[in-house]
């Protein structure tokens, strides 16, 4: 089982629709979450942290859930331009490694 | 501000032939760095990680090193290049010390083709 998983999509949402992602992690000693974005062929991005209370950034919200390991990003009314790869990675301070998952890919149409 | 420099941007190496790749980080002291590979259409593998000077950690086994001269200098190296090497490396940095919700910041990546 990978450390961490995502579903690679593809997501073909329409514009303004609402969209949510889950990634699962297997290891229950993760500390530190986030979410990335990654446009073609290009380095990826940070896009937010997650925090244990769940937070918000404009239209995105991400939320951690400790009991069954999995995070989520969810996006509100959704833009041509939120079109990308989104990956989730996860930090084993012990380690100080980052693992991440395999990304999601969103595609959104006119 | 920080910011990470990564060279060069695309690389044509033949089979059997050397690597070099630099990263180096400016404006933060004592950050974790960090190699990634990513193969066409596929996610972010971890090669290695450095904590500190001299101090490299290896993820998966392969016929890459790492090395870590400079407290902000990390470089990437091969004798000699396979096929499946090919890919986008991707140089990171984040802020050193336990406890700390410190993201990964990444450098443009550099684009290797073996051939």
């Known amino acids: 089982r990978k450390e961490v998983e995502q579903d690679p999509g593809p997501f073909n949402v329409p514009e303004g629709a609402t969209v949510a992602f889950n990634c699962t992690y297997s290891n229950s000693a993760s500390q530190s979450f986030f979410w990335y974005r990654q446009d073609c062929r290009k380095e990826p991005k940070l896009l937010m942290s997650?925090?244990?209370s769940g937070n918000e950034d404009g239209r995105f919200t991400a939320q951690l859930n400790r009991a069954s390991q999995y995070i989520s990003l969810l996006i509100r009314d959704s833009k041509l331009s939120d079109s990308a790869t989104y990956l989730c990675?996860?930090?084993?301070?012990?380690?100080?490694?980052?693992?991440f998952g395999s990304g999601t890919r969103l595609s959104i149409r006119p | 501000s920080q910011t990470i420099h990564q060279w060069p941007a695309t690389l044509v190496q033949p089979v059997g032939s050397p690597l070099s790749l630099e990263c180096t980080v400016e404006g933060t002291s004592n950050p974790n760095l960090y190699w990634y590979r990513q193969a066409a259409g596929r996610g972010l593998q971890l090669l290695f990680y450095?904590?500190?000077?001299?101090?490299i950690s290896s993820e998966v086994p392969q016929n890459l090193s790492a090395s870590r001269p400079q407290d902000r200098q990390f470089i990437l190296s091969s004798k000699k290049l396979l096929l499946s090497d090919s890919g986008f490396y991707l140089c990171a940095w984040s802020v050193r010390g336990r406890g700390i919700n410190s993201p990964l910041h990444f450098g443009n990546g550099t684009r290797l083709t073996v051939t």
């Open positions: 997650v925090y244990s």
């Open positions: 450095s904590v500190g000077i001299g101090q």
């Open positions: 990675a996860v930090l084993y301070s012990s380690a100080s490694k980052i693992i």
